[in-house]
């Protein structure tokens, strides 16, 4: 049995990772973070929040040598030069820099998709038709898929039905295997924890451009053989 807490969607919120940090320890064993650490309304010229937010991840990621990261839509679209909604052009030397110092310190920590026991961790969900048309019929074990897709680049993943970008929460969208999976995802905005289809999204963290909290901006963890989850609980003071 695993406790895991979920680090959804940062957005240069590095005080995220504060929040994370006072999270009584005894009360989980791995840390997953969703993914989709840059960009946010209006702070496309805010170099110095990137590079903090960065900074702060990669020690983090230094700090908790237990945590497991994924790859989001907004990190990749900087390594791949893949202009998308939020992208910085002034940003993009710093969030290469930042992220390629992530994963010289994650290594093998920073994919794709993670799995523990049965529950599928990445930013935005696996689908079925996703396995279906990337992997192959004739691609059973969950190990090779995961293997496969955690080695894919822009090419395969940047489409809409890719573990960086689906979104089952719009319609209806069968998810890898959901008969014996559970997912846990970021990427879509939701006012509240929602667990519907054998996938639980946890972007709680999003804002409105205004800047007002969307989410109810709190951290969860999630029992991977129960499939139960539970507001994080805080060190005493």
Same mark, same amino acid.
């Given at each position: 049995?695993?406790?895991?807490?979920?680090?959804?969607?940062?957005?240069?919120?590095?005080?995220?990772?504060?929040?994370?940090?006072?999270?009584?320890?005894?009360?989980?064993?791995?840390?997953?973070?969703?993914?989709?650490?840059?960009?946010?309304?209006?702070?496309?010229?805010? %170099?110095?929040?990137?590079?903090?937010?960065?900074?702060?991840?990669?020690?983090?990621?230094?700090?908790?040598?237990?945590?497991?990261?994924?790859?989001?839509?907004?990190?990749?679209?900087?390594?791949?030069?893949?202009?998308?909604?939020?992208?910085?052009?002034?940003?993009?030397?710093?969030?290469?820099?930042?992220?390629?110092?992530?994963?010289?310190?994650?290594?093998?920590?920073?994919?794709?998709?993670?799995?523990?026991?049965?529950?599928?961790?990445?930013?935005?969900?696996?689908?079925?038709?996703?396995?279906?048309?990337?992997?192959?019929?004739?691609?059973?074990?969950?190990? +090779?898929? %995961?293997?496969?897709?955690?080695?894919?680049?822009?090419?395969?993943?940047?489409?809409?039905?890719?573990?960086?970008?689906?979104?089952?929460?719009?319609?209806?969208?069968?998810?890898?295997?959901?008969? %014996?999976?559970?997912?846990?995802?970021?990427?879509?905005?939701?006012?509240?924890?929602?667990?519907?289809?054998?996938?639980?999204?946890? +972007?709680?963290?999003?804002?409105?451009?205004?800047?007002?909290?969307?989410?109810?901006?709190?951290?969860?963890?999630?029992?991977?053989?129960?499939?139960?989850?539970?507001?994080?609980?805080?060190?005493?003071?």
């Amino acid at each position: 049995m695993s406790r895991v807490l979920v680090i959804p969607d940062v957005h240069l919120k590095p005080w995220i990772f504060d929040k994370a940090d006072k999270v009584d320890k005894s009360s989980y064993d791995d840390i997953v973070v969703l993914g989709d650490l840059v960009d946010d309304w209006g702070q496309g010229n805010n %170099l110095k929040l990137y590079r903090e937010t960065l900074d702060r991840a990669a020690a983090f990621g230094t700090e908790h040598n237990e945590s497991i990261w994924c790859y989001g839509n907004h990190d990749v679209s900087y390594l791949w030069d893949a202009m998308e909604s939020g992208y910085s052009v002034v940003a993009r030397e710093t969030v290469i820099e930042g992220i390629t110092k992530l994963e010289r310190t994650l290594e093998d920590r920073y994919k794709f998709v993670h799995k523990i026991d049965d529950v599928l961790f990445s930013h935005a969900g696996l689908a079925e038709t996703f396995v279906l048309h990337e992997c192959g019929y004739h691609m059973k074990e969950i190990e +090779d898929i %995961l293997a496969k897709v955690n080695r894919m680049g822009m090419q395969d993943l940047w489409r809409n039905s890719s573990p960086i970008w689906v979104r089952p929460q719009h319609a209806f969208i069968r998810m890898f295997r959901d008969d %014996l999976f559970y997912q846990v995802v970021g990427h879509t905005p939701v006012e509240e924890p929602l667990d519907a289809c054998g996938t639980l999204t946890l +972007d709680l963290f999003s804002t409105y451009s205004d800047g007002t909290a969307y989410g109810n901006q709190k951290l969860y963890i999630v029992d991977t053989i129960t499939r139960k989850f539970e507001e994080a609980k805080y060190k005493e003071s």
